[in-house]
């Protein structure tokens, strides 16, 4: 449990959640906010892994991938509520 | 129907204020100030989270003073270099997602100061082997990460090891083993039957990993330490 809270909490405050959130601001499409976290969420996995796929679980892969989805789809959301362009 | 602005709380009122778009400030204005707060904010998220990284900050507590006296004892509080390695050294990972994470999970030490869980010698040697063995998995699994911040094979002169050391860490490459193999008990005295535990430890680990990680403990482990230990005398 602890190990699965320090994870969702790393990623929220790592890439994921950060680049996430500022790239899903920078679409209304939501879809699109969301898959473009989700890429974060894999890119920042493979990079804090040194582009070794042996060294991280898919726990921490799927983790990071939905709360990059989470974060893209709610910065499209604050675009859409925050932005008239 | 929606209430008007004089009925809504202040929940409401800031909600509201939060998205109504600026028109006293420029565009210009506003990004120079955001970059500015988050600039203060990053910046001063960060250095406190460096203060937690200080031996000041971990041992505060009561049920680290244990730690920290056998700590006291080894090679990596003092030698001849004059280099030392505090407690985040080894137990804070450097790259920022794995330091958040260990940030996070160290929440439970907090815990466990409250609840009394380690606050007399008896109750601290009653858990002696589990919380080594919850240290050995994480640097098993992370192929000893956070020595290996200092310690590197590639930067080993085995010329100026002593025979033994070389011979070891020459047998350490090629057996593909990992720091903690050899040097449980580097910083913190061990629990009995430390090594049946460690077998179990990597046999986890391994079965986490399928299998792809080394089941090896190197032979003459308590000379290594015992070598350690007379070095850090």
Known sequence: MLEFLGTVGANIIGLPGILGLALGMMTRRIWLGAVMGGLVGIFETLVFAHWDFTKFGASDLLIAVVIGLCAGSLGSVIRIKGATV | MADSPEKRGWIGRIWNAIWTPAVMFSSGFLILAGFLAGILFWGGFHWTLELTNTEEFC???????????????????????????????????????????????????????????????????????????????????????????????????????????ASEHQRAIDNNMTCIDCHQGIAHSLPPDYLEEYQKVTEEVASESNGSLPQQIADGSEEIRSYLTTQAD
């Open chain 2, 59 to 165: 041992t505060s507590c009561h049920t680290m003073e244990t730690n920290l006296g056998e700590y006291r004892e080894t090679i990596h509080y003092s030698n001849h270099s004059g280099v030392r390695a505090i407690c985040s050294d080894c137990h804070v990972p450097h790259e920022w997602n794995h330091k958040i994470k260990a940030k996070i999970m160290a929440v439970k030490d907090v815990y466990h100061e409250l609840a009394g869980t380690i606050s007399t010698p008896e109750k601290y040697e009653e858990h002696r082997l589990s919380m080594a063995s919850a240290v050995w998995k994480k640097m098993k699994a992370s192929d000893s990460r956070e020595c290996r911040n200092c310690h590197n094979f590639d930067y080993m002169d085995f010329t100026i090891q002593e025979t033994r050391a």
